[in-house]
């Protein structure tokens, strides 16, 4: 599977390790960067150029990583087609693919370590949309409003 994965500097060692992992593992990943650690950098510059990969690219997934990984899931978010996820175990990992469809996963690289983010990254690739039609009305609704279609009607 392609993977496109993207870091900032509190997230680049665990995004390089990923990226060998990924391949150890049989995938594709497409590293966004950043290439060369800089303390200063800014998460948007490269995890905006994954996310709008993965949106281009049906059927990819991304990874991306920062300190707490909160603000790498927020512009993630920001790119139409995302639905990024904040992974903290395994659950939360399967559940972000189960339930929402997520097609980009968000690590702290603070919070886990590289084992731990590891094993949450191979539960996310691994887990199918369970394509339940409470879930997938959901995911319509916010399609609807993310393309300016409106908020969704009330019960």
């Keep these: 599977m392609r993977v496109h994965i993207a870091a900032d500097h ?3 060692d665990l995004k390089n390790h990923l990226v060998s992992w990924l391949k150890d593992h049989g ?8 290439a060369v650690f800089d303390a200063e950098d800014d998460y948007p510059v490269f995890v905006l150029r994954a996310a709008e990969a993965v949106a281009a690219e ?11 990984g909160n603000g790498e899931q927020i512009a993630a978010n920001k790119v139409r ?13 399967r559940l972000a693919r189960e ?4 097609n980009v996963i968000s690590i702290g690289a603070r919070m886990h370590s ?8 191979e539960v996310f690739l691994a887990t199918p949309y369970s394509g339940a039609e409470r879930h997938s009305r959901r995911i319509a609704q916010l ?6 279609g409106g908020l969704p009607p009330l019960p």
């Design 99 to 102: 339930h929402n469809d997520a």
């Design 27 to 34: 995938h594709e990943p497409i590293d966004h960067g950043p």
């Design 10 to 12: 509190a997230g680049y």
């Design 58 to 68: 049906p059927g990819s997934l991304g990874v991306v990583i920062g300190g707490s």
């Design 143 to 148: 399609g609807t409003y993310e393309t300016g």
């Design 114 to 121: 590289e084992e731990e983010a590891a094993r949450m990254v």
């Design 81 to 93: 087609g995302i639905r990024a996820a904040l992974a903290w175990n395994d659950d939360t990992a």
